[in-house]
């Protein structure tokens, strides 16, 4: 079948493929171009090479068994899917979260939001010829990643959020980490200010490219860095505060011309604003009773070490298994025993505690939210990431829709690269930073 373009393609014109072979296009997108020359008279981008089923996979599992499907959506962000789709459980079910774990939340975030942006830019320099800022950010993104590994357990796929808060607490040296981690980070960003800002090579292939006014951006449905790069200002964080941003003191960085120049410097100032939200909230993070204090943070044990070998261990210390993670549960997890998995405690020495835990994952009971349905968003490192789910009662969604920033954003590209040149199509695409699995849900 022909496609749009082939249709109204004219015979002195050259029509050409880029993708999903293209190194450029992550091999999931296809881009037909109608070319004069080098310069696009019109374009057609087709998705849906790697459709992942992601919503109707959803309906098929429960309200616990489908969260490590979310980490899949934006995978080098992971963190912020799970925080969405939890926040949107909980606001179904009316949950509180402890306010130890609503920190933990927002730090944990907030270097997934870093580690995104470092991974645009560093793809987008890469793709322009900028090989040496591309392994610097890549140098930066290890060391975040080196405090996520440690307390999540996992680089990418975490599932660490939970719902009613977190897996588990902050690991024995997670300020020593993340120090170390936050400091590097700024001295990279320096760099590559120092390398790309003023960079002429750069300037040319990104100053005025791919343009889009701030009504033609909201009319797409952009959100995120890359409206604001066209001078919007629209947060989630700051439109609809959620778990305690209201309380952290951060901008928005804003860009004048929405070209893909603006859409690289809004993301490299939101990463200096996303340092600073993270260094406050280690600062406020509150106690847990039970907690080793360490240097003003309260660590549990690593959670690389599984649950199953730290109850052994505490079975050799202790009979009633005291110290395990009961004493620190309340800090981190809320206290609502239907929608929380129980202390591995209780289920190893009581019968109630091991019925509870069998009722919890056994199908057809485990987590029942009330008839009825929910829309919550967050602000994800592509933009607005938000969860609509309909509940009908039973302990599956019976319907769940994620609202994906990346989909609007690639929406426009078509707009964005016609009249321009074949070349323009690398850092305006890396510019919109594309992530597969969020795109093709």
């Not at 793709?127 to 990643?145: D, Q, S």
């Not at 680089?155 to 897996?167: A, D």
């Not at 309340?330 to 591995?344: F, H, M, Q, W, Y």
């Amino acid at each position: 079948m022909a496609t749009r373009i082939q249709s109204q393609a004219r015979p002195d014109t050259l029509l050409l493929n880029m993708g999903p072979s293209h190194p450029a296009m992550h091999g999931t997108i296809r881009i037909m171009l109608e070319l004069d020359g080098e310069r696009i008279l019109n374009s057609e981008v087709e998705v849906g090479y790697l459709h992942r089923g992601f919503e109707k996979t959803c309906e098929h599992r429960t309200y616990f068994n489908l969260l490590p499907y979310t980490d899949r959506l934006n995978y080098v962000s992971p963190l912020i899917n799970n925080l969405g789709y939890v926040m949107t459980i909980e606001k179904l079910l009316g949950l509180e979260v402890p306010e130890r774990a609503q920190y933990i939340r927002v730090i944990m975030s907030e270097l997934s939001r870093v580690s995104d942006h470092l991974t645009c830019l560093a793809a987008m320099a890469m793709e322009c010829g900028a090989f040496t800022v591309f392994l610097y950010k890549m140098k930066a993104r290890e060391f975040l990643w080196d405090v996520i590994e440690q307390t999540t357990g996992a680089r990418m796929t975490t599932s660490y959020v939970r719902i009613g808060g977190v897996r588990a607490d902050l690991h024995q040296s997670f300020d020593t980490v993340l120090k170390k981690a936050v400091e590097e980070t700024r001295r990279v960003l320096k760099d590559v200010h120092g390398l790309l800002d003023k960079n002429k090579i750069f300037l040319n292939r990104t100053r005025d490219v791919a343009t889009i006014s701030a009504e033609e951006a909201v009319a797409f449905g952009w959100t995120g860095p890359c409206l604001r790069s066209a001078g919007v200002y629209y947060d989630v964080r700051k439109a609809h505060p959620y778990l305690v941003y209201d309380r952290l003191n951060f901008e928005v960085p804003l860009g004048e011309r929405g070209d893909n120049f603006d859409r690289y410097m809004v993301r490299m100032k939101e990463m200096e604003q996303s340092l600073r939200i993270i260094e406050q909230a280690a600062v406020r993070l509150p106690r847990t009773p039970g907690a080793v204090i360490v240097d003003g943070i309260e660590p549990a044990e690593a959670i690389k070490e599984s649950r199953k070998k730290r109850v052994r261990r505490a079975v050799k210390l202790s009979a009633n298994l005291e110290g395990s993670e009961k004493n620190i549960s309340s800090g981190i997890l809320a206290e609502e025993t239907g929608a929380v998995v129980p202390p591995k405690e209780d289920t190893y020495t009581s019968i109630e505690g091991l019925i509870k835990h069998f009722k919890f994952f056994m199908r057809g009971h485990g987590i029942r939210p009330p008839r009825g349905d929910v829309y919550f968003s967050v602000e994800g490192g592509n933009g607005e990431l938000g969860y609509y789910i309909v509940s009908d009662g039973s302990d599956k969604p019976y319907r769940l829709h994620l609202r994906a920033p990346c989909f609007h954003i690639v929406s426009a590209l078509e707009y964005l690269i016609r009249g321009r040149y074949v070349a323009d199509v690398i850092p305006t695409f890396g510019s919109m930073n594309m992530i597969g699995g969020e795109l093709d849900r």
